[in-house]
């Protein structure tokens, strides 16, 4: 039987979800949170690590002689050091796909909040403006369509492809701009360089990875290619924008919006610009957190350890 240690549980499970697809394994032992300093204290013994946010780096790794793997409760896996576990012969894996849906979810409900205006009638309807009104509707502000209206997407993974169908599906037209273009010629898609998309479209969504090529690639010369009806989704990373940018953009009317559900620090410090900024809307990082996709993440995480324990592991990130 197994030592498994659950690094962070409280994330992936605040008490809805069952460990009993983990805890069949071995002993299980579950923090609600570590800190990076804590790992070696919390997972000495462990044979079998899991973790979403809680660092493991390569001098945690080192004093660790009994561990094996390394599960990631997560698609990114940026948080533990691959390399000093390969060199250590420790395997990680991750969970790939597990909420993309939730995400894409997450991207057109950003959208549909800023045309639509929901949120915003509801509190005039109970403040009795509608009660007060002298015709049957009450119009305070207009309602955006988007049929004929362009989706311009930064990113062409398994999140960006839900988005996009989805976005077709309402008539919108959609452009693309990604590392690596696909051969094949897709319709109701055309792939664009990324000043192009920046003046073209009417939304723009990042759902593209962080690295050195798309860090901070919402900043000030990219906003200002931007229209000014333009609204910005980012469930991606918050290192793709340069936050006092975009909040100086906001405050000067630049553009139209922005909806984030992630920031480059999380939580994040109070004196972020973002968080008093105008005409946005941010989200506490809960896009992937459908308790659907937080099923899959426990049922995948599951399988992944019962696949190495067999001897042929799946989703190895440092083969």
Known sequence: MENICVLDGYTLNPGDLSWSEIECFGDLTVYDRT?????????????????????????????LPN??????????????????????????????????????QQVISMILDHTNNISSYSNSVKNDKWVDSKDFTFIQEPLIELADLTLGVIGYGDIAKKVITIAI??????????????????????FVGKDQLFHESDFISLNCPWNDQTNEIINKNSISQMKDNCFIVNTGRGQL??????????????IAGASLDVLSQEPPKRDNPLLKAKNITITPHIAWSTIAARKRLMTQTGKNIKAFIEGNPINVVNS
């Open 35 to 63: 800190s990076a300093e804590e790992v070696f204290a919390a997972a000495q013994d462990a044979t079998i690590i899991l973790t979403n946010k809680a660092i493991v780096n390569s001098s945690t790794i080192k004093k």
């Open 67 to 104: 561990l094996k793997l390394i599960s990631v409760l997560a698609t990114g896996y940026n948080i533990v050091d691959i390399q000093a576990a390969k060199e250590n012969n420790i395997s990680v894996c991750n969970v790939p796909g597990y909420s993309s849906m939730s995400v894409a």
């Open 169 to 190: 599906s309402f008539g919108l037209k959609v452009i693309v701009h990604t590392r690596t273009v696909p051969t094949e010629k897709l319709e109701q898609i055309s």
């Open 241 to 254: 924008i340069n936050e006092d940018d975009l909040a100086n953009a906001l405050n000067n009317n630049a």
